[in-house]
């Protein structure tokens, strides 16, 4: 049974920093992406981020610079590192993991599990 779960989410101020985290269990991690995707209010989910089975990374271009995609396969955890937070990237971020392939990595079709989501909410 495939699970991913996050966690790390919180309230923030416009600034700050939050680390998000995503254990992952039921299928074979190294060989995985793994990615980030979040979704504000009356919003569609959108990429945030992305890193595959070789450890090169993909950012949507309103966090590079600021988000971090970072993975650990011996505790099959995928972390997303996030500073000089701004109000917009208030969200529930979902943890994701990629369909093998080469599939656009900004196409959330291309995504076959999904965690529940944790809130991060900035504030100005």
């Known amino acids: 049974q495939v699970q991913l779960v996050e966690s790390g989410g919180g309230l923030v101020q416009a600034g700050g920093s939050v680390r998000l985290s995503c254990a992952a269990s039921?299928?074979?991690?190294?060989?995985?992406?793994m990615g980030w995707f979040r979704q504000a209010p009356g919003k569609e989910r959108e990429f945030v981020a992305v890193i595959r089975r070789d450890g090169i990374r993909y950012y949507v271009d309103s966090v590079q610079g600021r988000f971090t995609i970072s993975r650990d396969n011996a505790k099959n955890t995928v972390y997303l590192q996030m500073n000089s937070l701004e109000p917009e990237d208030t969200a529930v971020y979902y943890c994701?993991?990629?369909?093998?392939?080469?599939?656009?990595?900004?196409?959330?079709?291309?995504?076959?599990?999904w965690g529940q989501g944790t809130q991060v909410t900035v504030s100005s």
């Open positions: 039921g299928f074979t991690f190294s060989t995985s992406a």
């Open positions: 994701t993991r990629k369909m093998g392939g080469s599939g656009d990595y900004q196409d959330l079709n291309n995504y076959n599990y």
